[in-house]
């Protein structure tokens, strides 16, 4: 069973601030300052920009719980949204309380675009403008993401986000967004460095708790530190347990210089020997719970212990009401893993070994795979890998697993599931060349069989996207007669839409009507949504209009109830009912949505449609969208129904002459025996070959033996073969 991409639980925790500490030093000045930024319509960026232990997100966090009226959205960012489906899943799940329909509407655009930019933005966008109440979201610890892709998606949203939405970005350094240009349209509202560094009462109030200074000792701790946060707490760390608080200020450096060699010496040096090995063991985890710690560390109290630390130290910081999950301060963190690599090298990979083990088991691939690559153990991080990649591939995780994939190195090649997964990856990213070394390599691992199961899926895609239906066709034909497609609800869908591409209808009735079956009982909710897009295609292609806007309506319904309807393949269910019941503006969308895909010969058979309907009507793009399908079909291979589909609309609307074929022919094709044949490879007969093409039935037969002269032919069959080699077809 695969791991879930997305969990309530780690929802939850993403999107909920951080719990603020017992005793907060409540900044007046600053939440005052961010209330005046929300409330003025011009500000479009509020960027909390300091270097760590400033105090940005405590200042967040407690501005948020001092207006509770105010609809405020938060995202706890880490460095695994560096993958813009992840950054953006999030966004969507931390608006949701405050944007009703926003999961339903924004999700499906993320997963099936893998995050595109010029797909998620105007989707979000739209899902916003239904909202007149004000709205802030934070975005904290934003530094972890590196991401152009991600960065290019902000900065359009910021830029074309609603006067009534607010965007907060916590981060220590400046994200690569046009900064410059907000402050000059005094669109942007800037809290530095200097803004949070604490004066003289605020120093006293935090410090109240734990020890009394006089007035000399505090402006000596106040110039010691700068006024900042970090510093200040770990002073107060160390005050509670001096007998000599004003011994201790004088040779306290809070300097951010000095504060590791300080936590070193008087914070960890001040720990027991079983608390300090617990905090070293965990330090490897970006967040932990008390399984987890007692997991790692061979215990049975780890949660009460970290509820414990939690209420006795701020470097410790609570991440959610129930006091579940924790994480270490960055400040601390760091420093703990620098000890654990100086004190106890040997024992680090092994952790990572038990904490891959731990979220593997409850659930959390991501993690999972991390901890695995962390530990050198490659073998075991490549069977998560292909494990899961299903859920995330549908999730859209496309950078998060060519990352991983990338980590793996070598191990790729020798593993049979990732060399599937990198040909899917880098064919979905349209490097079709790098997608055609990984299925050889895979082909090699199955002793040179396409029409393995694991394998024929990839094969026949790639060569259905690159325009070569006959050698996909080749391919379908072996897994159809080995039956190996009865076992595999997205085997029997690419099978039965080889079939349907290459005009062999009645030959994809079998595998389509398996894979609606498998589909149900696996279930694959991707192969529900697609099958019905081949079997519309099918339908149109023989005249069947009901039929075709029956399954295309079918398959845009389970798009919707699945949130995938921008998978690949699912957004030509629009294109098919815009040529079933005439809809220009489903023929436009169909268009616009396949050109987010790189499946090219599809974004063709789109195209076409665009272009039947438009020209139907007058509209002036209809003759662009069929110059973009012909420049798809002419670099085709064998186009299959695309190319007959392509022939009969520039016929209907006398548009476009095919260009003459190429090759070594007794004389050239003329443009009616081009469009002839590419009807041939097709189960049509002459009768309706000449229906098709709005001529007589003897002009077809007067142009089918023209044919078989030039391409020197005994048969259809000869003909269609004799084509392909030739580089007609």
């Given at each position: 069973m695969s791991m879930p991409v997305l969990d309530e639980v780690l929802v939850a925790r993403?999107?909920?601030?951080?719990?603020?500490?017992?005793?907060?030093?409540?900044?007046?000045?600053?939440?005052?300052?961010?209330?005046?930024?929300?409330?003025?319509?011009?500000?479009?960026?509020?960027?909390?920009?300091?270097?760590?232990?400033?105090?940005?997100?405590?200042?967040?966090?407690?501005?948020?719980?001092?207006?509770?009226?105010?609809?405020?959205?938060?995202?706890?960012?880490?460095?695994?949204?560096?993958?813009?489906?992840?950054?953006?899943?999030?966004?969507?799940?931390?608006?949701?309380?405050?944007?009703?329909?926003?999961?339903?509407?924004?999700?499906?655009?993320?997963?099936?675009?893998?995050?595109?930019?010029?797909?998620?933005?105007?989707?979000?966008?739209r899902a916003l403008d239904g909202v007149a109440e004000p709205l802030t979201l934070v975005l904290d610890d934003h530094h972890l993401v590196g991401a152009e892709q991600v960065h290019t998606g902000l900065q359009r949203f910021v830029e074309l986000a609603p006067p009534n939405l607010t965007i907060v970005i916590s981060t220590r350094t400046d994200p690569p967004l046009r900064v410059a240009r907000l402050r000059v349209r005094q669109e942007l509202v800037e809290v530095r460095a200097a803004d949070l560094r604490f004066d003289e009462a605020e120093m006293a109030d935090l410090l109240a708790p734990v020890a009394t200074l006089d007035a000399e000792e505090r402006a000596r701790l106040l110039e010691r530190t700068e006024g900042w946060a970090a510093g200040l707490v770990l002073a107060g760390l160390s005050l509670r347990r001096s007998d000599d608080p004003g011994a201790f200020v004088e040779r306290f450096g809070g300097s951010q210089d000095t504060v590791a060699a300080y936590l070193a010496d008087e914070v960890l040096r001040?720990?027991?020997?079983?608390?300090?090995?617990?905090?070293?063991?965990?330090?490897i985890l970006e967040r932990l719970n008390g399984p987890l710690v007692d997991h790692l560390c061979g215990t049975t109290d780890g949660a009460g212990w970290l509820g414990d630390l939690a209420r006795g130290n701020q470097l410790v910081i609570g991440l959610d009401d129930t006091g579940t999950w924790f994480r270490y301060h960055h400040l601390l963190a760091d420093l703990l893993r620098v000890e654990l690599a100086r004190r106890r090298p040997e024992v680090v990979p092994e952790l990572h070994a038990r904490a891959s083990e731990w979220f593997a088991a409850n659930g959390d691939a991501g993690p999972a795979i991390d901890h695995a690559l962390a530990a050198g153990r490659t073998d075991r991080a490549a069977d998560l890998i292909a494990a899961h990649a299903t859920s995330l591939l549908n999730a859209g995780r496309f950078v998060t697993l060519l990352g991983h994939l990338d980590a793996l190195g070598a191990t790729v090649d020798e593993h049979?599931?990732?060399?599937?997964?990198?040909?899917?990856?880098?064919?979905?990213?349209?490097?079709?060349?790098?997608?055609?070394?990984?299925?050889?390599?895979?082909?090699?691992?199955?002793?040179?069989?396409?029409?393995?199961?694991?394998?024929?899926?990839?094969a026949i895609t790639l060569e259905l996207t690159t325009g070569d239906v006959g050698a996909a066709l080749a391919v379908a034909r072996r897994v159809r007669d080995a039956g190996a497609h009865v076992g595999s609800a997205r085997l029997a869908m690419v099978v039965g839409g080889t079939f349907v591409t290459a005009g062999l209808g009645r030959e994809a009735v079998e595998p389509l009507d398996a894979a609606r079956r498998l589909a149900e009982e696996e279930p694959d909710h991707f192969v529900a949504t697609v099958t019905p897009v081949f079997e519309a295609i099918d339908a149109l292609e023989v005249g069947d209009v009901d039929l075709a806007r029956d399954r295309a309506e079918r398959s845009l319904a389970l798009g919707r109830e699945h949130q995938n309807e921008h998978s690949p393949l699912a957004p030509l269910a629009h294109s098919v009912l815009a040529a079933a019941v005439d809809d220009p503006a489903s023929a436009r969308l169909g268009a616009e949505l396949a050109g987010t895909s790189p499946r090219n010969l599809f974004l063709g058979y789109a195209h076409v449609c665009a272009a039947d309907v438009l020209c139907a009507v007058g509209d002036p793009e209809g003759p662009a969208h069929l110059r973009a399908a012909r420049r798809i079909v002419d670099a085709a291979a064998d186009p299959g129904v695309v190319g007959a589909h392509l022939d009969r609309t520039a016929s209907r609307h006398r548009l476009a002459p095919v260009d003459p074929g190429r090759g070594e022919l007794v004389e050239p094709l003329t443009e009616r025996e081009v469009a002839v044949l590419r009807h041939l490879p097709t189960s049509l007969s002459q009768r309706e070959i000449a229906a098709e093409l709005y001529v007589s039935v003897n002009t077809v037969k007067s142009h089918t033996r023209g044919l078989y002269r030039k391409l020197g032919a005994s048969s259809r069959d000869d003909a269609v073969r004799r084509a392909r080699e030739l580089g007609l077809l």
């Open positions: 993403k999107v909920h601030p951080p719990v603020l500490p017992d005793h907060l030093v409540h900044r007046t000045g600053l939440i005052e300052r961010l209330d005046a930024a929300r409330d003025d319509l011009r500000t479009r960026l509020v960027l909390v920009s300091a270097p760590a232990g400033s105090g940005k997100s405590t200042l967040l966090a407690s501005w948020i719980a001092a207006r509770p009226e105010a609809r405020t959205a938060w995202l706890q960012v880490e460095a695994a949204d560096a993958d813009p489906a992840t950054f953006w899943t999030y966004v969507v799940h931390a608006l949701d309380p405050f944007v009703p329909g926003i999961v339903d509407d924004v999700l499906p655009a993320v997963q099936g675009s893998g995050g595109a930019a010029d797909v998620v933005v105007p989707r979000l966008l001040g720990l027991d020997e079983v608390d300090l090995r617990r905090l070293l063991e965990t330090s049979l599931g990732c060399s599937v997964l990198a040909g899917w990856l880098h064919l979905s990213q349209g490097r079709w060349d790098v997608a055609r070394r990984h299925l050889d390599r895979a082909e090699a691992l199955v002793g040179g069989d396409l029409a393995s199961p694991v394998v024929a899926p990839l």
